[in-house]
């Protein structure tokens, strides 16, 4: 217990690790320290948004769950191509090459610069259109069409920030990019208040400055990660040579993220159904729902923080030829991971109505959101080892066998069963809630059947 000040301030401030031998606990410890805090402090976006927001109306926050919905379209892109420049990073560290796996890192960056500035167009042109096929009703839609344009428009912001803390994590360097959200939360925390309330000069943007500041927070983020790159204090260091085009590196690149982006746009595209199922019955329900949902995802994050460390250390074991150590440290990561979401639920079940409080004290949304958040927890355990098991396998360049089992038990299960439950039996919007505790308790189950099969060992990238 004396020991475990020490090895937190060392795993805050660690860099250029070396996974590939010692302790694996101690490996898992380093890793996951900083790569929780991190998702931890991503997910506090959400929260401080529905905090301020909250008090302009459930109008207001619908807008914010909507758009949010279809920002997830955005984060899946990021991710993807977040897992592949891990994936080929950490292969690369493993091996003992410092110089490919920044040319990776660099090639990547190219990538998401791309897929940023289509994305961009189609949301800005496009907001009002998508805030009505979400369901979005006339008065949400006129008053939060400026706010989707900004949040689609700077989503730049949200590619970069993903992607360069997959490379950072892919090196090993993951106190750098837990260091990276907590610069942009730190302005979005000060900035959100400022612009939607007002201050001094400062006029009062409402649900515009809600916008405006979390892309300034992440914007602030992306100018650290990029200093940190170019400045080369851990294994990564960035030269403009990098970044000419290699059409076999990317390529290799755009597989890997293909794929895995196109895994996390089917969980996404899921969750946006869930939300359009929600909110037929009315805007308290969307709202109390995406209360709900920003609790879970609070708390769902820094468990995947915990997997990602699964992730870095298949992928540098791999490249070491060391795939027993590997298989390891998946195991004893999940088996960390059921034990923190064991203990989430617990808190849940507990303390669900208060915590929907702090976030929310509308009476009127609060039924919907205790009932989602307990609901959804009920398979906690489950999805903690989920996590881990589809990070393993990502973090070895499998990305195929994760986006086939999220394809059958997202599409092909989860969605006809939502539909099903809450359209022709009493359980209504709980029927939604019920329908997303089977499919991810499913996949959690298939997954580790197909880990233990081991045909992940043999990739290649």
Request: a positive charge; proline letters at 3%.
């Amino acid at each position: 217990m004396r020991r475990i000040p020490a090895f937190i301030r060392e795993a805050l401030s660690s860099e250029n690790q070396d996974f590939t031998k010692g302790n694996m606990r101690r490996a898992i410890f380093l890793l996951a320290v900083p790569m929780v805090l991190e998702l931890s402090f991503e997910s506090v976006f959400a929260l401080v948004d529905v905090f301020f927001v909250g008090k302009l109306g459930s109008v207001a926050v619908s807008t914010v769950v909507l758009t949010e919905s279809l920002i997830t379209i955005v984060y899946s892109i990021g991710i993807g191509l977040s897992m592949a420049a891990t994936a080929m990073v950490a292969r690369r560290i493993g091996e003992k090459d410092a110089a490919a796996a920044t040319h990776a890192g660099a090639q990547s960056m190219l990538l998401a610069l791309l897929a940023a500035l289509l994305v961009g167009v189609v949301g800005v042109v496009f907001a009002p259109q998508l805030l009505r096929i979400m369901g979005g009703s006339p008065q949400l839609v006129a008053g939060g069409t400026t706010y989707m344009r900004i949040m689609m428009g700077s989503n730049v912001f949200i590619m970069l920030l993903f992607l360069i803390n997959g490379i950072f994590r892919g090196a090993g360097d993951a106190s750098i990019a837990m260091k990276s959200l907590l610069v942009a939360n730190a302005c979005n925390v000060v900035l959100c208040p400022l612009l939607i309330n007002g201050w001094g000069p400062v006029p009062a943007l409402g649900l515009t400055g809600a916008a405006l500041a979390t892309s300034i927070g992440r914007g602030m983020g992306v100018l650290y990660q990029l200093r940190k790159l170019w400045q080369g204090h851990g294994t990564i260091h960035m030269q403009a040579a990098y970044f000419r085009p290699q059409a076999a590196l990317l390529a290799a690149l755009a597989k890997v993220a293909g794929t895995g982006t196109l895994q996390f746009i089917i969980g996404s595209a899921s969750w946006i159904f869930m939300a359009r199922l929600v909110a037929q019955f009315g805007e308290d329900a969307t709202a109390g729902y995406g209360v709900a949902i920003r609790l879970v995802v609070f708390f769902i994050l820094p468990a995947w923080g915990l997997s990602n460390a699964a992730a870095t250390l298949v992928g540098q074991n791999l490249g070491a030829r060391q795939p027993e150590r590997a298989s390891q440290s998946v195991w004893l990561t999940a088996k960390y991971n059921a034990v923190f979401m064991a203990a989430v639920t617990l808190l849940f079940y507990t303390c669900g109505s208060w915590l929907i409080g702090l976030l929310n004290s509308d009476p009127a949304i609060r039924p919907t959101a205790v009932s989602a958040l307990r609901i959804i927890s009920a398979g906690y355990v489950l999805y903690g080892v989920s996590m881990v098991m589809m990070n393993a396998f990502n973090g070895a360049g499998d990305t195929r066998t994760p986006t086939l089992i999220n394809f059958v038990f997202f599409w092909l299960l989860q969605i006809p069963l939502a539909y099903v439950l809450s359209h022709y039996t009493s359980l209504r919007m709980h029927g939604v809630f019920v329908a997303i505790v089977v499919a991810e308790s499913l996949i959690a189950v298939v997954a580790m059947w197909l880990f233990r099969r081991g045909r992940w060992k043999t990739v290649q990238i």
